[in-house]
């Protein structure tokens, strides 16, 4: 049931790109994605509802395929306040569960 | 709008003992989560409230956790009879149909 995530870490220097998926063996309601750096909560980035939108936030877009019950969240031109673990969360079942199971991360280094 | 307050921070306890967690949601938001966080892994769903109704726990929650969130505003998280692996950070988050928003945690060290 818990989605995963790949890849596990990406090491990256400021500039570069970054992609980062996740899937689920289940049907995806909605697809939530956070960023947590190290000692902090998770913070909220962006939440994909099922339909196949795309959405973006400054530099860091998602898109959500619904057929593959896929995200996949990309970061351009990185930049170092990028890094941390981010974690998609994946909200199942037709109507939505209300709650989120979330992947193992991916961890995200941007070196200068 | 002070965010999702989690009180204590910080937890030490002898293994056997009783502990308490408490949670305060942004106030407009009815959907109150408690989730577990172990290092290197992702949040694991432990709860969630809607308003003070507790409607889903989870199958891994032994009988020693328990919740509750009187009159639907914060909430308290128990662990009866602690063992060293409930040690892991508690996070709680709030939300109004739509992204969450996540404590700072209590992490929880059972020696």
Redesign the interface.
């Given at each position: 049931q818990?989605p995963v995530q790949s890849p596990q870490a990406v090491i990256l220097r400021e500039g570069e790109d970054a992609v980062i998926n996740c899937s689920s063996s289940k049907a995806l309601y909605s697809v939530?994605w956070?960023r947590q750096k190290h000692g902090?909560?998770?913070?909220?980035l962006?939440?994909l509802l099922k339909g196949g939108e795309q959405k973006g936030h400054e530099k860091i877009s998602a898109s959500f395929n619904e057929k593959k019950q896929q995200s996949s969240l990309y970061l351009t031109a990185s930049q170092l306040s990028y890094s941390g673990t981010y974690?998609c969360?994946t909200e199942l079942g037709i109507q939505g569960a209300?709650?989120?199971?979330?992947?193992?991360?991916t961890r995200l280094t941007i070196n200068p | 709008d002070t965010g999702v307050s989690q009180d204590p921070r910080h937890k030490i306890t002898k293994r056997g003992q009783n502990v308490t967690f408490r949670c305060d949601p942004i106030s407009e938001h009815n959907r109150l989560y408690w989730y577990r966080q172990t290092l290197g892994q992702g949040p694991e769903f432990l709860t969630y409230f809607q308003n003070e109704a507790q409607l889903e726990k989870s199958r891994l929650l032994s009988d020693r956790f328990s919740a509750e969130r009187p009159k639907g505003s914060f909430s308290t998280l128990e662990i009866q009879r602690t063992e060293q692996g409930d040690s892991a950070m508690y996070l709680c988050a709030s939300s109004w149909a739509g992204g969450y928003t996540f404590g700072s945690g209590t992490r929880l060290t059972v020696v």
């Open positions: 818990q939530h956070y902090e909560a998770p913070v909220f962006m939440i974690f969360g209300q709650k989120l199971v979330f992947g193992q991360g | -």
